[in-house]
């Protein structure tokens, strides 16, 4: 919810972490990641580089008719003034779009997803790690180990 345009880098495909927005008592606050991990660079895939190109394209044109020109100090989601977007509006949202098309998923469950996924296209763990912002890689294994291929089978012939 914190991301700016300045974090990120559609040329290099990457998305830079560098602070997080809450809503406290009516007030959004902005502050950076809870660990010194928190704070990252994340490598994007090509197709969401253009995806989010085009997206910029559109705010631009929005914040245009409205007289308030875009900046790379804007929020990357807000709404089309440029306000914060309220991140338990952005969730219930997501929850209702999601059973809409028959899914029953939160939108944590995506960062599930995403670690999942790039686990089982065989990424090193401690690249998911990183992208995920752990401290460790302890934390990813014992979050998602059991999503390791063959991890068992493994386990089992070692007599382990």
Known sequence: MGLLWRNLDLDLCTLSVTQTLHRVNGKYIVQPPK????????NLPPSLSLLLRDYRSQVKAQRLLLGK??????LVFAHPDGSPLDPPTVTHT???TARRVGLKVRLHDLRHTYASIMLAAGVNMKAVSQALGHSSVGITLNIYSHLLPGTGKSAAENNL
């Open 35 to 42: 660990t010194k991990s928190g704070r990252r660079v994340i």
């Open 94 to 96: 997501f929850i209702k």
């Open 69 to 74: 020109p875009l900046t790379d100090n804007d």
